[in-house]
Structure formats: structure tokens, C-alpha cells
């Protein structure tokens, strides 16, 4: 009878799944067998229906239409309880398929924050030291293909400075090399796109623009190369320590890695979009096709420690409220270490935040942008409201358009700040 009970409850959960998505293609990825208990717990935009959210969900929908955006999931969460989540617009716009709370979309940059937190982890471990060199024959990354280098001050790159983006790095395509796998491929002799190795090869020997550690430059290369760091100081697959680490203490089942082609999306991904009359490119493939920005056109797959992962909204909120100091729910860091994410120079009116985009007494955050999406995590310092809004389409503002989030979700938060009933329902439902 217990067999039969299980196997009854099973069947329920997987038909229900089924029916919310509208039978899902089965091309699609599928998740990992253990994944499949967690059918039960899927959140959909019934479970935000409330008279309460009424001017929000009007605010978003306007929003989305003003912003020619194809799809948006926002996650809202008071005291590290999850009070909103809801999907707007399309999930696949050509088979009208609502976005819901449970639907994965890219996170961007706002993967940098997974990486720093698995860094502070080996550190956590004794596995790793912020001040550890990363390449030459004393380096983690020491392996023969990385020991050759054209500038010696390489050897001086420190794990600080890859967080801090202050590598030094440059190159002779001046522009990001993780945007330019086909040329560095072609350049480099290998099949395209290049992987994460040729271009640490490539990287290694080009030129150095500043002393590692002395000039700030944006880098998603050096947030790549973190990722091997990971890999080679912990011994596992970048993605399944933070997986192990990171996402399965924390009950996180539905941030996965992204990938390249629309073919190979995920059981449960959004479909991505490039805004109007945006301009094409080459496909990193080496077809001399020209496609969409928001497939083939960028290596997302290469990027994962800087920009590749794929979040829900409410799992992504969960990841951020881990990490911010407060004691409503259990961080998965140290008090000491999220106190070096976030102010890592107490000494300087410089703030080098690790993994972060701005840490300041009024708000934390860490925003994303690709040609295909724009994500933005937020942790208000002030009185514990926190976000995460996520797009599944380009916007011609480009890294700006993180702005016009913020505005309409702050404006969003503000209707709810004196109704207190809107905020006592939690709607993570495997609290830790």
C-alpha cells in the first residue's frame, strides 16, 4: 500500500506539472531525477491573486508594454518571507504561453554574485586564500597550457583582483573577449566557439593594461576564469560545487546552467528576445549565419561563472536572502565573509564589493543585462524588503534599463509597505 500511495502521489504531481505547462515540449531538458520531488511545491500566478496586488499587477503589465518587453517575473520578499511572485507577459511568445513564477530565465551578470559566494566558500573550507596567485608555476591555475604568458606581471594576479576586476587585463580585439569566442577561436586555431581554456590561453598572451589590483575595468573574463579557480581548487564540475555548496543546502533546486541554442533550452526555461530592429550577428558557431543576439549570436554557455545560469525569480530572491546579513533566515556564509562581500575596504571611501554591483546602508544589488534579458537582485538594508526582476527580452536601453526596473518595482513595494496583510502569507514553501 505505501508503494502504491507513492507511486499514486507521483503520477498527481507530474500530471499537474504537465497541465500548468501546457505540455511542455519534450525536446526539452529535463532536470535530475531528485528534482522531480519538488513538483508539488511549483508556484503559479494564482498563488499571488490577491485584492492587495491589484495596482502592482496593473504596474507591471503597463510596464511591459510600455517597455516592448515579451516577458517579466518578479519575486518579492518581506522579513525573508516570499510575499509576491508572478510572471507577466509570454514565456514563448509564438505558442502564447504565459510566463509563470516556476518558468527559468537568464540571470546575466547576477551570476557573478553565485560565483563570489562560492570563492567565499573555499575560503570558508580553508580551501583557498583571497590573496592567492592565480597563474605562473606558484598559481592554482599552473597547469602546463596556462604557463606560458607574455607579461610577467600576470603572475601577479591575485583571487582579489578577479573579483574586484582589477585583473589588468586587455586585449588586441579591445573589447570583451567572452563577446568574441568565434574571432579568438579563428585566432587561436581551434574549432569555434572557443572554450573557457583557449581564451585563458589567448588572454595569457596578450597584452596588460595596468598592474593587477591598480585599475578597475568590468571583466566577465575575470569572473570566468573564478569558475576554474573553483574547479581546480575543489576538485568537482564549476557547477556542481555550487550546486552541492550552495543551492542544495539552501533548498535551491531551479538555478541551472543556460545554454547556447533555443533547441537545448531547458524543461521549464522562458524562451529569450533581442528588442525590436536590433541588429544581428555572426553565429559563434562558425556557420557564417547571421542570427539573434539571444541565440548563437553570444556564448552563454562559456560565460557560467560570469553570466551563464538560469534562475527562477523566487530561487534567485532565496540565493540573495542567504547572503544578506539579516538574521530571518540562516545565511549560507559567514557573518565575517558577507561583511568582506560588501565592505571589503572599511579603511577607504572606496567600497570593492565581491560579486556585487553596489553595496551602500540603503540598499545591496547586483544587476544583469544581455542581449536577450535583464535581471536585477535587490536587498533593501533599510527595512528588509527584497526583489528580483527578471526579463526575457533585450531592451535598447541597454544596462540602463536596470534603472527603469528598479523604479517600477520600488514603486511597486511602496503600495504594499502599509498592508500588512499582503506580507504574512510566505510562499516559500520548504522553509529552511
Known sequence: MKH???????????????????KEPAKAHSFLAQDWKQLESFLTNADSENPNFEKIDALFETFIAQQQVVG????????????????????????????????????????????????????????????????????????????????????????MHLLTHSGGWRNRFRSDPMFKTLEIAQYMKTPPPADLSTLIRFMLNEEMIAEPGTFYDYSNFGYAVLGKVVEKVSGKNYAAFV??????????????????????????????????????????????????????????????????????????LKLGLAVDGFTSLKDILTPESIEQMTLSKKDSTENKVLGWRQCDKVRWWRTGSLASTTAVLKIHKQDEWAWVCLTNT??????????????????????????KEATQKNLFINNR
Not at 502504491?4 to 505547462?21: G, H, N, P
Open 72 to 159: 517579466m517575473s518578479v519575486a518579492v520578499a518581506y522579513k525573508g518571507k516570499l510575499v509576491y511572485a508572478k510572471g507577466f507577459g509570454y514565456a514563448d511568445a509564438e505558442a502564447k504561453k504565459q510566463l509563470q513564477p516556476y518558468h527559468m530565465l537568464r540571470i546575466a551578470s547576477v551570476s557573478k554574485l553565485i560565483t563570489a559566494i562560492a570563492i567565499m566558500k573555499l575560503v570558508e573550507q580553508k580551501k583557498l586564500n583571497l590573496h592567492d596567485k592565480v597563474f605562473g608555476k606558484n598559481g592554482i591555475l599552473n597547469d602546463p597550457m596556462f604557463l606560458k604568458m607574455s607579461d610577467k606581471r600576470m603572475e601577479k594576479i591575485e583571487i
Open 394 to 419: 533585450g531592451s535598447w536601453r541597454g544596462p540602463y534599463f536596470v534603472y527603469d526596473i528598479e523604479g517600477v518595482v520600488n514603486r511597486a513595494i511602496a503600495t504594499l509597505r502599509n498592508k
Open 243 to 316: 550546486k552541492e555548496n550552495i543551492f542544495e543546502p539552501l533548498g535551491i533546486h531551479y538555478i541551472q546552467v543556460g545554454h547556447n541554442q533555443r533547441k537545448n533550452k531547458l524543461l521549464w526555461e522562458s524562451c529569450y528576445y533581442d528588442h525590436p530592429n536590433a541588429p544581428k550577428r555572426i553565429s559563434i558557431y562558425g556557420t557564417g549565419d547571421s542570427v539573434s543576439r539571444a541565440y548563437e549570436g553570444s556564448n552563454i554557455e562559456v560565460m557560467l561563472a560570469a553570466g551563464g545560469w538560469v534562475a527562477t525569480a523566487s530561487d534567485l
Open 4 to 22: 502504491f500511495s507513492l507511486l499514486f502521489f507521483l503520477v498527481l504531481c507530474i500530471t499537474a506539472c504537465e497541465m500548468a505547462e501546457q
